[in-house]
C-alpha cells in the first residue's frame, strides 16, 4: 500500500539556519506532492504544490524539491525564524484524486 | 481572506451517543472533505463530497458516519454513536477544484471527546 514517510526525529536549529526536512513515498506515483504546516491543535495550512515535472519550486524563504526517480521530496526554510516552529506534513493525492494521504510530520523548533 | 470555520471548537459526548459536527466551506469551493487526526497521530481522510454526494470514502468512514450538505454553506458530519475511539481532532476542508491539482484549506477543527 502507499506510504509517506517523514523524519521522525524532532529537528532544532539556531535562528537564521536553513532547515531542510525529507519526505519519502513507496509504492507510488503521484502527479503533484503538497507540503502544508501545522501549529498545536490547529488544522494545516498549505504551503506548497509542486508537480511532478518541476524539479524545485520557491516561495519566499521556502524551497521544494520532487524527485521521482528517489520517490523524495525536500523541503527547505532559509533564513529560519522562531515563527517557523511548527510541525510540517507532506501530503500526496491518491485514490481517485479526492483524497490527500499524509505524513506523520516533522517537528521544527526553531531557536533564537 | 475566505476560510473555512467549523463549529464547535470542543465538543464532549458520551459514548454511544450521537454528535453532529459543522462546517461552512469557502463559498465558491465545490469539494468538500472531512478528515480526522488522533492525538500523536497522522491525519487521515475520511470522505470527499463533490456535486451533492460522496466522492470517495475511506474504511474508517463506516455506517456509523454520514456527511450532508443540507444548504448552500454547511456541510456536515455525524457519527450516530460514538465509542471511545472516535476521539480525535475533526478537520473539515474544501478545495476549488480536486486535491490533486490544487491545495486544501482546512478548518481549525473540532476536539471530539468521548467519554
Known amino acids: 500500500s502507499q506510504k509517506i514517510e517523514q523524519n521522525s526525529e524532532a529537528l532544532n536549529i539556531q535562528e537564521g539556519k536553513t532547515a531542510t526536512l525529507t519526505c519519502n513515498y513507496t509504492n507510488y506515483s503521484p502527479a503533484y506532492l503538497q507540503w502544508y504546516r501545522q501549529d498545536p491543535g490547529r488544522g494545516p495550512v498549505f504551503l506548497l504544490l509542486i508537480r511532478e515535472n518541476e524539479k524545485e519550486k520557491r516561495k519566499e524563504r521556502l524551497k521544494v524539491t520532487f524527485d521521482t526517480t528517489l520517490k523524495q521530496s525536500l523541503f527547505h526554510i532559509t533564513a529560519s525564524q522562531p515563527a517557523d516552529s511548527a510541525t510540517y506534513l507532506c501530503?500526496?493525492?491518491?485514490?481517485?484524486?479526492?483524497?490527500?494521504?499524509w505524513g506523520l510530520g516533522t517537528s521544527l523548533a526553531v531557536n533564537p | 481572506e475566505p476560510e473555512v470555520t467549523q463549529t464547535p471548537s470542543h465538543q464532549v459526548t458520551q459514548m454511544g451517543q450521537e454528535v453532529i459536527l459543522r462546517c461552512v466551506p469557502i463559498s465558491n469551493h465545490l469539494y468538500f472533505y472531512w478528515y480526522r487526526q488522533i492525538l500523536g497521530q497522522k491525519v487521515e481522510f475520511l470522505v470527499s463530497f463533490y456535486n451533492n454526494e460522496i466522492s470517495e470514502k475511506s474504511e474508517i468512514f463506516d455506517d456509523q458516519f454520514s456527511v450532508e450538505r443540507p444548504d448552500g454553506s454547511n456541510f456536515t458530519l455525524k457519527i450516530r454513536s460514538t465509542k471511545l475511539e472516535d476521539s480525535a481532532m475533526y478537520f473539515c476542508?474544501?478545495?476549488?477544484?480536486?486535491?490533486?491539482?490544487?491545495?486544501?484549506?482546512f478548518g481549525q477543527g473540532t476536539r471530539l471527546t468521548v467519554v
Open positions: 476542508a474544501s478545495s476549488k477544484v480536486g486535491t490533486d491539482r490544487t491545495e486544501a484549506f
Open positions: 501530503a500526496l493525492p491518491a485514490g481517485n484524486n479526492r483524497k490527500l494521504i
